[in-house]
């Protein structure tokens, strides 16, 4: 059930002879990618989701980020508290993002030299992607050049929205920080709902989307990207290799890092004019159905950092705000928004792009109504 990468060198040498320059391509992409993920987990990730749930309780600055860096007068004119929150957003990011986006460009090109081992069965693929996810502790938003990397590379979509869906809600810290913050009941309606749309919604919505897609033009970038010559990788040095690799990865990286400070930008920029313009306290006093349906709307389009959802809704729940709104914060931020949507509308298919938005706000309203 586990997704493979083919890395056996090449028939046609002479058995049982050990070559050292087979191993140096495959070598230098698992060094690599070790040293990355080890780097983000141990020196980043971790230690930042641990000193998370130890403040779980305590009063988040704002929905959208949990410190401040830029802080500006209540009373400020609103582009300067506009201005502040975009930079508050952004500096939240910068390191998960940094990270999906170099994660994503090593994925692209280990995928050019091994392509990924999946079936056809879209459930398992699904459930594969969601299982790598789980320990990577990545948020949704900072997912997203990492499905890049996996669907650029001729991966399966099913798998990268997995990986996408589990990553920010599944890690092990998180799911400890819903279950201490929110009671039984909403914690496991949490959880059985991810499960049912990484088992369910997710299958079917990409076959739903593929049956009804035209067959894409040629891409001559993506192409050229593809252009590797894996006829003879034992001929290679060390040198040739790293001068093969390195500008391959660079040039995937570069791919991902232009379409991401854009998205990256107008996320921040959305996010803080809904941030600072909406009327929140209004809102959130207000449990009629119209009131719960835009707030699920806002819920689902708001890019936060991974954890920041359970806090934020924790908060919501200690100044007594009704559990219908704590329940539909803690299912829907943090778990989709305005970047994969976005990603999804570029990369992939605009109908699933839409269908997936719109099934997590309709997922958003129920759960506000029936708590």
Request: with cysteine.
């Amino acid at each position: 059930m586990n997704a493979t990468l083919d890395l056996t060198p090449p028939a046609g040498r002479r058995r049982g002879a050990w070559q050292p320059s087979c191993y140096y391509r495959p070598g230098v992409l698992l060094a690599f990618g070790s040293i990355l993920v080890a780097g983000f987990w141990f020196l980043s990730r971790y230690p930042q989701l641990l000193g998370k749930s130890e403040h779980l309780g305590d009063l988040v600055p704002s929905m959208a980020y949990g410190s401040a860096i830029f802080i500006v007068d209540p009373a400020a004119p609103a582009w300067q508290r506009i201005l502040a929150t975009m930079g508050n957003w952004l500096n939240g990011m910068k390191i998960g993002m940094g990270f999906g986006v170099l994660l994503g460009a090593w994925i692209h090109t280990v995928l050019n030299f091994y392509p990924l081992k999946l079936g056809s069965n879209m459930y398992l693929n699904s459930i594969k992607g969601a299982l790598i996810g789980v320990p990577a502790g990545v948020c949704a938003n900072c997912s997203v050049p990492v499905a890049c990397g996996v669907t650029r590379g001729a991966g399966r979509v099913e798998a990268a929205l997995g990986f996408l869906f589990s990553s920010p809600n599944f890690n092990p810290v998180v799911v400890a920080m819903t279950f201490a913050a929110f009671p039984l009941a909403m914690a496991l309606t949490k959880y059985g709902v991810l499960l049912l749309i990484i088992l369910g919604a997710v299958p079917l919505l990409v076959r739903w989307a593929e049956r009804s897609a035209k067959p894409p033009a040629p891409d001559s970038a993506a192409q050229a990207a593809c252009a590797v010559d894996l006829t003879r990788p034992c001929s290679q040095s060390f040198g040739q290799v790293l001068r093969q690799l390195g500008p391959l990865y660079l040039r995937h990286l570069w791919n991902l890092i232009r379409p991401t400070l854009l998205i990256m930008l107008g996320a921040s920029l959305a996010s803080s004019i809904l941030l600072i313009l909406v009327p929140w306290s209004e809102l959130l006093s207000d449990q009629s159905p119209a009131t719960v349906a835009l707030v699920s709307l806002l819920a689902t389009a708001m890019p936060v950092p991974i954890a920041l959802d359970v806090m934020f809704a924790s908060n919501l729940q200690s100044q007594g705000v009704p559990a219908g709104y704590v329940a539909m914060f803690a299912m829907n931020l943090g778990t989709y928004s305005v970047i994969p949507t976005i990603y999804l509308w570029r990369e992939v298919s605009k109908r699933l792009a839409a269908a997936l938005f719109f099934l997590f706000w309709v997922i958003g309203f129920l759960v506000g109504v029936i708590f």
